[in-house]
């Protein structure tokens, strides 16, 4: 951030958690597709797939179009991710863990699971 502060001195860059007045517990580790990733408590498994700079994390079962969160509330089902196993888990909702595993979802999730 650039320009002057009170008094004409020069204002200086802030962070999200200082501009909100939070105080961020201790990170910790979770992986997606093997990679491992970071997060934070409190946040969910689709911000910290966005924290780590991961837009798309399923396909669509028709054309597999890449999809990832887009509503953010639960309600579109774009952020359909496969945690810890099981599939079909909306990442927007789901508070992130420490160790979760996700995995991107193809299709309707159940490709890798037996019939």
Same mark, same amino acid.
Request: glycine residues 14%.
């Given at each position: 951030m650039s320009g002057r502060g009170h008094a004409g001195t020069p204002a200086r860059a802030r962070d999200v958690a200082e501009l /909100?007045? &939070?105080s961020p517990g201790t990170e910790f580790e979770l992986s997606? +597709?093997?990679r491992p990733i970071r997060? =934070?408590?409190g946040q969910s498994? &689709?911000?910290? =797939?966005w924290t780590a700079g991961i837009l798309s994390w399923r396909? #669509?079962?028709v054309n597999g179009n890449p999809r990832g969160a887009f509503c953010g509330i639960g309600s579109c089902f774009d952020c359909l &991710?496969? /945690?810890?196993g099981r599939p079909n888990q909306r990442a927007c909702l789901l508070p992130a863990r420490p160790? +979760? #595993?996700i995995t991107?979802?193809?299709g309707d999730g159940h490709g890798e699971l037996l019939r």
């Amino acid at each position: 951030m650039s320009g002057r502060g009170h008094a004409g001195t020069p204002a200086r860059a802030r962070d999200v958690a200082e501009l /909100v007045g &939070a105080s961020p517990g201790t990170e910790f580790e979770l992986s997606f +597709d093997g990679r491992p990733i970071r997060a =934070l408590p409190g946040q969910s498994i &689709a911000a910290a =797939l966005w924290t780590a700079g991961i837009l798309s994390w399923r396909t #669509t079962r028709v054309n597999g179009n890449p999809r990832g969160a887009f509503c953010g509330i639960g309600s579109c089902f774009d952020c359909l &991710a496969t /945690v810890n196993g099981r599939p079909n888990q909306r990442a927007c909702l789901l508070p992130a863990r420490p160790g +979760d #595993t996700i995995t991107p979802q193809k299709g309707d999730g159940h490709g890798e699971l037996l019939r």
